[in-house]
């Protein structure tokens, strides 16, 4: 997968790829702590497996949106098996991107009263 350039031309990151961009938008982060992290955000509506999360871990560094980081300085404090991964500058900005067209697609939602207070989701039956 080639480095992103031109975030605006890009297809949209899938949920799993946003959801960790999320989780990595503040601070580094190991496995774990994404998984943990994402299913805190998405309210336990999103749990990311470890095959799941690994193969976009994988995908994302190869694109260029997340980096691995460096070693912990207190190893105290961690194990040294861990990986961790902090975004990239482009992985903020499609993060950012992201979010912006979710943002339209809720106010669009929202205008055509698919999307309100007062209003109460209707799941369709298996």
């Known amino acids: 997968m080639a480095h992103r350039k031109h975030i605006e031309s890009e297809p949209p990151l899938s949920p799993a790829v946003f959801h960790i961009l999320l989780a990595l938008a503040t601070e580094e982060r190991h496995g774990y702590d994404i ?4 299913a ?21 560094l190869e694109s260029g949106l997340i980096e691995e980081c460096g070693g912990r300085s207190d ?3 961690d194990d040294e098996r ?12 499609a993060a950012r991107y992201e979010a912006a067209r979710l943002e339209a697609a809720v106010a669009a939602a929202q205008s055509k009263k698919l999307l309100g207070r007062g209003l109460n989701p209707v799941r369709p039956k298996p």
């Open 40 to 60: 805190v955000d998405t309210r336990g509506a999103m749990k990311l497996g470890p095959g799941t999360l690994y193969g976009c871990l994988k995908r994302m």
């Open 75 to 77: 190893r105290e404090l």
């Open 35 to 38: 998984m943990r992290e994402v």
């Open 82 to 93: 861990r990986r961790y991964y902090r975004a990239t500058e482009i992985g903020l900005r």
